[in-house]
Each structure stands twice: as C-alpha cells, then as structure tokens.
C-alpha cells in the first residue's frame, strides 16, 4: 500500500509554532450524534438602542457614542488590559513566576448598521470599508505600536467564537509584553532567517504558488492558503507578495489588494455552509514599541483565520480532550480544504 | 497602590508548558451578552438500545457488545489512529515536514448505566468503580505502553466539550511519536531536575502545601491544586504525595485514595453550579514504549482537568480571538477559584 495523504494519518510540522498537528483524512466518515450549534442569527435589526457598539447609544460608563458613519474606535468599557496597575514583586522561584501586564483594549466597529457584514457588502462598499480599516488598522498599529510590544488586531466573528455582540467590529489589544503565540512566531522566523538568509514565509508563499494544491485565491498582492500544518479544518493564511515585516508598511495598493482579498474569501467561506461563517481572526508582523527599531527582516506580515466549523453550519470541530492534553487533531487534509474553498464561487449565496 | 493578585492584573509562567497566562481579575465584573450552552441533559435512560455504549447492543461495525456489569472496553469503531498505515515519504523540506503517526483508539466505559456520573455514586459504589477503573487504566497503560510511545487517557464529558455520547466513558489513544503537549512537559521537567536534582512536580506539591492557598482538597495519598499557572477557570491538577512517574506504580491504597479524590473534586464540581460539570481530563505521566527502560524519573505521575464553565451552568469561558492568536487569558486568579472549590460541600447537591 502506498502512502495517500487523503487517506493516511500522519503529523505535520507547524515550523512557525514548533508543534505538530495529527491529520486523520479517514476520521470524516465517523457520524457526529454530538453538540450542533444554533444556526447564525439572520434577524438582526440595523440600529439596536440597546446595543452599546451603535451610533448614539449610551455605553455602560454613560458616555454616548457618536453618530458615526464608518468606523469607530474606543477603549473597551470592561478591558482585559489597563494602562496603570502595580506590579507583582519580582521573584525568583521558578515554580511561581509572575510578572507585569500593562496594555490598553479597543474596539473597533467596521460600520454603523448591526446588520452588515464585509462579504454580503458591494465591491465598492467593502472596498470602502476595508480601506477605511486597514487605514485605521495601520492608525492604531502606529499609535499603539509606540508605546507597546505588541498590538493584537482580532476578530471573533459569530456567537460560537465567543463574540457577545453581533454588531461588527474587531478588537486591539495592546500589551507591555510578548504573548506566547507571537514570541514562537518570532522565534522560529528568527531562527529559520539565521540558517537560510531568507524570510521563512516569502520562501513560503513562493513554494505555495508552485505546488499550487493548497492555494484558496490569489490577487496581484496576495495569497490566500490553507496552510500545510493548518489545525482547524477551514484555516487560511493571509501572505503577501512582496516581503512586508509590518502592516504599517503596506502600499495603498496592497491595502486596495488587502480589500479586494478579504472579500474574496470571506465571500467563500459564507459559501461553505450556506451561513454566516464564524471564526476569529487577526493579523501578526514583527513586534513594535522598543522593537521599532530594529529591521526584523525574518518577520513576514500575514492573517490568520480560524474558523471552528468542519461539516455544516451547526457541526464544529472539538478541540477538547486528546487535543488540549496531546495534540491538536484535524479530520481532513490542508489539501482538501483548499480544494472546497477554492471550487468556490466568488460570489456571495444571498446575491443572484 | 500596592499589588493585589486578585484586583491587579499580570502575566504568570507555567513551567511545565514553558508558556505564560495573562490574569485579569478585574475582568469578571464585565456583563455577559453571549451565546449560554444548553443545560445538560436530565433525562437520560439507564439503558438505550440505539446507544452503541449500552450493554447488548450492536455496534456500528456489527459487534455485539457483551452484557457487562463494570467497565468494557473495544477499540473505537472510527479510531483517529490506526495501527497499520503507510508513512509519508521523507522530505528534507524544513517547510513541508510531514512523518509517521501509527496507534490505536479505545473506549473505555465506566459502567452498564448511561445515566450514572462518578459523583452520583455512594462512596462504596464508586471505590468500587474507580478501583476497577484504575486497575483497567493500568493494564491498557501495561499492554499499550510495550508498543508505544505514549497512551493518553482522557475523558471529554459534556456535549460542550464535544462528548458525542452521554454514556459515561473515556478514551485510550496511544502513538507512536510523542504528542505536543506531553513532550513539553518532558522536556522542561528534564531541564529543572538537572538544575534542581528534585523533581519539579514533587518540589511544587511540597511548596503548594505548605501554602495553602491554591489547595482544592487532599488525602493521604493525593492533593488536589487550581495550579499557579491554571488557564481554564476552574483547571486542577491531581498530583501524588510519593514520587510516582507512571500510573503502573501505583499501590493499592495509592489507587483506592485516587478513588476517594475524584470522588471528591467531581462533586465539588457538580455543587459548584449545580449541575453535571463538564470538562475533559486525562493521565500524564512518564513515556512508555522505547523509553520504558529509562528512570525517568525528573516525571511525576499527575492528572489535569480543564472545565469550560466560567460564570454559571450555561456560561463558558470563550478561548478564541486573543487566545487563539495571542496568549491564553483567565478572568479569575487561581486561588479565587481554589478557594471557591475548596468552600464547597464534599456531598454532592442531589444527595440529601
Ligand atoms: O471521539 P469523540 O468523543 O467522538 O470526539 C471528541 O473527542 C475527540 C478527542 O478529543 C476530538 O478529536 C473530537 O473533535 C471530539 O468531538
Ligand atoms: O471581549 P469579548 O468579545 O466580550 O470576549 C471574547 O473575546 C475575548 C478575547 O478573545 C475572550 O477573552 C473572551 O473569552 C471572549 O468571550
């Protein structure tokens, strides 16, 4: 018998994170009698005066939003990360390390109607849109960036990843330190640019476009790909073209591209299941604050989008037990997932 | 303002991982708009004739299962591992790096009743069950283990964490390569018991008994912690008074005091928001297969439970956008939670 990997469990190499993923094509015939999740809520009004992210509504601190009419920005009513708090005392059992958190939250919202979101907007308005945020992503990335180590830009997108509001908007969280995530990233990018005088991923993205077979869709810009170690079932990566370390450094074409690309595979993912495709998502480059300074030539600028669905609308993969105490597990290859985003129309379902 | 643990926030260290948690207590005054989970099921049969866990009953694969009368165990009818598959090809590509995954996948099931959880039982019953659990985790870590390198057991229960059968059971997977997780902690107990001499999980249970204040419950054989470095709100650590690096080693009254803790921490689980807590949890301990030749001996034997709840039966604690991209975020300090879990009654809430 030879090796298929459609059909053979195997493990593959994440080399951005160091960790090892299980592929097991053959576990998609297993029948699901588990957990289905509600369908996405499709009646949404447009204007809620009781939803704090809308125009003119009073927020929980009683300060009233403005009447905005495309993005807004402010500092989260109930933030995870404060400016000013006192430090743990500095100890050296290595058993019980603590150190200091500093750091801001934001939130985001990408439009004034509740009821909107990027794929099921016209190519100009999404245009519109994502220019305008990607100009305010890049705003807060500066801003931020002089100050912290590291800004987080994320978006969780549906009631399933945890999202508590449907009004669209994504978050930033700024902190004092490296997360854990990034700090692999940064590691192994390093790393791999000491050994090779290349950036890892625009070595990458250059092998994706010749192998071809994990591509999503592609612009004059930018890549979209199911990555090779990817974890959840309908994971992408978002890799430019051209080797950009942070997103501050984008051209007004790649940010015309960056709308063009969003769209495109937002679109595709609502395609999938015929819903409102849930995920988080978020952007990496190479760290700022005291680290501006430096070139940080290993680190390549991309997107990241984990999506938890894997059969329909309402069946998501667990991540539980083996996952959480082993490793991360996932029922079909990188290579058939791209296959179904890729046969995709670029199209919207809801548009004919 | 000086520091305080339980109002300030700041980043802790988990040794075994090597990877830090960001604590913001002052998080948990934040209102909660998002998705609530189903409660769990109340009106579960003892036994369903279409459950392929049930006694007597024929399994998808056409097995009959036996009429037993304590555990049973078979070997999952759609394993994620098999035993026999072709390798991928060798790639020297630091990009593509895929390699072989064999093994197997069981069930393990508690008892013949389907509406029976471990806390629910008298404490003879349940010595009863957990004596003839861990004598059969035994002999699967024995017979798994000559073949492979690592045999993790693990429970999912709850449909929230993805347990697609209400019949009370576990899972057996063992591989051939070291998974994540497990190899982390090998390495970095490895590392501490050559700068210290001591092993790392025997030297904290020393220093978490001495103070106290992260202590769920103990006995004379075990002592039950929310670890420093604990991620899931309510996320304990089994751990050993003796040195013990594999579940094999375990004497007898080392296995019946093991009964008598789980009995203990899962009805403090159920008092906690008076239902069926969900959770996944499992075994770690030392390699087998290859390496049970070796000493071993910087492992200690230790079990982990990660519950999803947060704030109430039906609200879960969401480890997405930040998480997922940036570093693992808790809203309570480990010894709030401690101490939550330690004030509540060792009989379970049903039981009057
Ligand atoms: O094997 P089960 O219980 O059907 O499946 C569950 O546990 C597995 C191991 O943690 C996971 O891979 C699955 O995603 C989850 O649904
Ligand atoms: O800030 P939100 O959207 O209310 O909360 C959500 O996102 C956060 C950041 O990923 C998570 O920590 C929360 O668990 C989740 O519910």
Not at 7 to 22: A, C, D, I, M
Not at 77 to 86: I, R, Y
Not at 88 to 113: I, K, N, W, Y
Not at 265 to 292: E, I, Q, V
Request: with cysteine; glycine share 4%; aromatic share 10%.
């Amino acid at each position: 018998m030879s090796f298929e990997a459609t059909e053979h469990q195997h493990v593959r190499f994440n080399p951005l994170s160091g960790n090892w993923v299980l592929v097991c094509p053959h576990r998609m015939k297993r029948p699901w009698a588990g957990q289905v999740e509600k369908p996405t809520e499709e009646n949404i009004p447009a204007h809620d005066p009781m939803n704090p992210l809308c125009p003119r509504v009073t927020r929980p601190n009683g300060q009233i939003n403005p009447d905005y009419e495309s993005t807004f920005v402010f500092t989260n009513d109930f933030p995870a990360l404060l400016e000013e708090v006192p430090s743990p005392p500095e100890s050296d059992d290595p058993l019980f390390r603590a150190s200091q958190a500093r750091g801001t939250c934001r939130v985001m919202c990408f439009h004034p109607h509740t009821n909107i979101t990027l794929p099921l907007m016209s190519q100009e308005e999404i245009r519109a849109v994502v220019n305008q945020l990607s100009m305010m992503w890049v705003m807060e990335m500066e801003e931020l960036g002089k100050k912290y180590i590291w800004v987080q830009i994320f978006e969780n997108k549906g009631a399933v990843m945890g999202c508590s509001n449907p009004h669209p908007h994504c978050q930033i969280w700024a902190s004092s330190f490296m997360p854990n995530e990034p700090h692999l990233k940064d590691t192994n990018q390093r790393q791999y640019f000491l050994e090779h005088g290349t950036p890892m991923l625009m070595d990458y993205v250059a092998r994706e476009l010749e192998k071809k077979d994990r591509l999503v869709v592609t612009n004059s810009h930018w890549v979209v790909v199911v990555p090779y170690w990817a974890v959840w079932p309908y994971e992408t990566m978002i890799l430019p073209r051209r080797h950009v370390t942070r997103m501050t450094e984008l051209s007004n074409e790649e940010k015309d591209g960056l709308a063009d690309i969003v769209k495109k595979l937002t679109t595709k993912y609502d395609n999938l299941f015929k819903c409102s495709f849930p995920y988080s998502m978020g952007w990496h480059g190479a760290p700022t604050g005291p680290r501006l300074e430096n070139e940080e030539k290993h680190w390549v600028f991309h997107g990241c989008y984990y999506p938890p669905l894997l059969r329909s609308a309402t069946v998501k993969k667990f991540m539980v037990g083996y996952e959480m105490l082993a490793q991360a597990q996932r029922d079909l290859t990188a290579e058939q997932a791209a296959q179904k985003l890729r046969d995709l129309s670029e199209i919207h379902y809801k548009i004919t």
